[in-house]
C-alpha cells in the first residue's frame, strides 16, 4: 500500500487547526482510503493553545505526527523542513487555513498514479486587491524576464511530489528555500490542476508585507542574475553620461563665462542621483552576500524542541 503524507505549517491557528485536520482525514478515508497516509503538522512557536490542540489530536490518532519548532524559523523553512521529514511515497503541503483545498487530492493522485513525479496546483484567483494583484503580476514579470529557469505564476507550492522528486531535494541544501523555483528547476515532468483559492475561513493571514517582499527578493536573488550585471552597465552608462556631460558643461563655461553661472543646484541633483544608483547596487550585491553566508554557515533549517509520534 502507498504512503501520501500530508505537511501542515501551523503559527497561532487554534481557530481552524482541527478543522484542517479533519478536512484532511474525510479526503485520505474518502476517496483516497486506497492509500495510507500520515499528517505531519509542523508548529513554528505558536503563542496560543495551537500545540495542545494538536497534541490531543495526536494522542488519538498516530497518523498525527508533530513537529515543534524552538522558535519561529519564518514561513519558508519550517514546511520545507517538515517535507524533507515526509516519508510517503508522495508528498503534499495542506495549509491550516485550507486555502489550499485538500479536495484537490484525489485528483492530483490520479495524475501521480499516471507516472507525473509532480503534480502542482495553481491558483486561478486569489480574493486580493487590486494593488495585491497588479505587484504579484509585475514580481513574476519581472521574474520571468530575469530568470533562466521557468517561474510558475500563481503557484504557491501546493502540489504532489512524488519520493523521486523529494529524494533530489532533500540533497540540495537549501538555506532559504525558494520551493516555487525548486519545482521548475529540477525538471521532472510535471501535470497542473487548476483550483479558485477559497477565502480563509478563521483569523488573518500571517504573512506580512515584509514577508512577501522577502519571498520576492529570495526568488529573484536566488534564479536571477541579471540585477548584479544590471547594475554594472548602469555604472558604465553613468558614468560615460556624466562625463560627456561633464565636457560639455566646461565647454560651454569656457564659451560663455560670464553668462552661465555656477549653480548649486546640478551638483545636488547629480550627488542624489549617483548616491541613489550607489545604493541600490550596495542593496543588491547585500543581497547575494547574504544568500552566500547563508550556505555558507551550514545552519539547520530550523531547530526542533520536540517531536511525537515519530516513533
Same mark, same amino acid.
Given at each position: 500500500?502507498?504512503?501520501?503524507?500530508?505537511?501542515?505549517?501551523?503559527?497561532?491557528? &487554534? #481557530? +481552524?487547526?482541527?478543522?484542517?485536520?479533519?478536512?484532511? @482525514?474525510?479526503?485520505? $478515508? /474518502?476517496? !483516497?482510503?486506497?492509500? %495510507?497516509?500520515?499528517?505531519?503538522?509542523?508548529?513554528?512557536?505558536?503563542?496560543?493553545?495551537?500545540?495542545?490542540?494538536?497534541?490531543?489530536?495526536?494522542?488519538?490518532?498516530?497518523?498525527?505526527?508533530?513537529?515543534?519548532?524552538?522558535?519561529?524559523?519564518?514561513?519558508?523553512?519550517?514546511?520545507?523542513?517538515?517535507?524533507?521529514?515526509?516519508?510517503?511515497?508522495?508528498?503534499?503541503?495542506?495549509?491550516?487555513?485550507?486555502?489550499?483545498?485538500?479536495?484537490?487530492?484525489?485528483?492530483?493522485?490520479?495524475?501521480? &498514479? #499516471? +507516472?507525473?513525479?509532480?503534480?502542482?496546483?495553481?491558483? @486561478?484567483?486569489?480574493? $486580493? /486587491?487590486? !494593488?495585491?494583484?497588479? %505587484?504579484?503580476?509585475?514580481?513574476?514579470?519581472?521574474?520571468?524576464?530575469?530568470?533562466?529557469?521557468?517561474?510558475?505564476?500563481?503557484?504557491?507550492?501546493?502540489?504532489?511530489?512524488?519520493?523521486?522528486?523529494?529524494?533530489?531535494?532533500?540533497?540540495?541544501?537549501?538555506?532559504?528555500?525558494?520551493?516555487?523555483?525548486?519545482?521548475?528547476?529540477?525538471?521532472?515532468?510535471?501535470?497542473?490542476?487548476?483550483?479558485?483559492?477559497?477565502?480563509?475561513?478563521?483569523?488573518?493571514?500571517?504573512?506580512?508585507?515584509?514577508?512577501?517582499?522577502?519571498?520576492?527578493?529570495?526568488?529573484?536573488?536566488?534564479?536571477?542574475?541579471?540585477?548584479?550585471? !544590471?547594475?554594472?552597465?548602469?555604472?558604465?552608462?553613468?558614468?560615460?553620461?556624466?562625463?560627456?556631460?561633464?565636457?560639455?558643461?566646461?565647454?560651454?563655461?569656457?564659451?560663455?563665462?560670464?553668462?552661465?553661472?555656477?549653480?548649486?543646484?546640478?551638483?545636488?541633483?547629480?550627488?542624489?542621483?549617483?548616491?541613489?544608483?550607489?545604493?541600490?547596487?550596495?542593496?543588491?550585491?547585500?543581497?547575494?552576500?547574504?544568500?552566500?553566508?547563508?550556505?555558507?554557515?551550514?545552519?539547520?533549517?530550523?531547530?526542533?524542541?520536540?517531536?511525537?509520534?515519530?516513533?
Amino acid at each position: 500500500m502507498k504512503t501520501i503524507s500530508i505537511v501542515t505549517p501551523c503559527f497561532n491557528e &487554534e #481557530a +481552524g487547526i482541527a478543522e484542517c485536520y479533519e478536512a484532511c @482525514r474525510t479526503v485520505m $478515508e /474518502g476517496e !483516497l482510503a486506497p492509500y %495510507a497516509y500520515e499528517h505531519i503538522f509542523i508548529d513554528n512557536c505558536s503563542t496560543d493553545r495551537t500545540v495542545a490542540i494538536l497534541k490531543d489530536i495526536a494522542a488519538r490518532d498516530k497518523r498525527v505526527k508533530i513537529i515543534v519548532n524552538a522558535r519561529n524559523f519564518g514561513p519558508q523553512r519550517s514546511p520545507f523542513h517538515a517535507m524533507l521529514q515526509a516519508r510517503g511515497d508522495a508528498v503534499t503541503c495542506v495549509l491550516a487555513d485550507l486555502q489550499t483545498p485538500p479536495d484537490l487530492l484525489p485528483e492530483m493522485a490520479r495524475l501521480w &498514479e #499516471a +507516472g507525473r513525479k509532480v503534480v502542482i496546483a495553481v491558483r @486561478r484567483g486569489a480574493g $486580493e /486587491g487590486r !494593488l495585491m494583484s497588479l %505587484a504579484r503580476r509585475s514580481f513574476y514579470l519581472l521574474i520571468k524576464r530575469l530568470s533562466s529557469v521557468e517561474q510558475i505564476p500563481n503557484f504557491i507550492g501546493y502540489g504532489l511530489y512524488d519520493r523521486k522528486f523529494m529524494d533530489v531535494v532533500s540533497q540540495l541544501g537549501e538555506p532559504e528555500p525558494y520551493f516555487r523555483g525548486l519545482v521548475s528547476e529540477i525538471g521532472f515532468e510535471r501535470a497542473v490542476v487548476e483550483y479558485d483559492q477559497p477565502l480563509r475561513k478563521h483569523g488573518k493571514s500571517r504573512h506580512s508585507l515584509f514577508d512577501l517582499v522577502d519571498f520576492a527578493l529570495i526568488g529573484l536573488t536566488t534564479y536571477a542574475k541579471a540585477p548584479m550585471r !544590471l547594475m554594472t552597465v548602469t555604472g558604465f552608462v553613468v558614468a560615460f553620461f556624466s562625463l560627456l556631460a561633464a565636457l560639455v558643461y566646461t565647454g560651454i563655461k569656457l564659451l560663455f563665462w560670464s553668462r552661465v553661472p555656477f549653480g548649486v543646484t546640478p551638483i545636488l541633483l547629480a550627488t542624489f542621483f549617483f548616491g541613489s544608483v550607489q545604493l541600490l547596487a550596495l542593496g543588491l550585491i547585500g543581497e547575494y552576500v547574504g544568500l552566500l553566508l547563508k550556505y555558507a554557515r551550514g545552519f539547520p533549517l530550523v531547530v526542533e524542541r520536540e517531536r511525537i509520534n515519530f516513533d
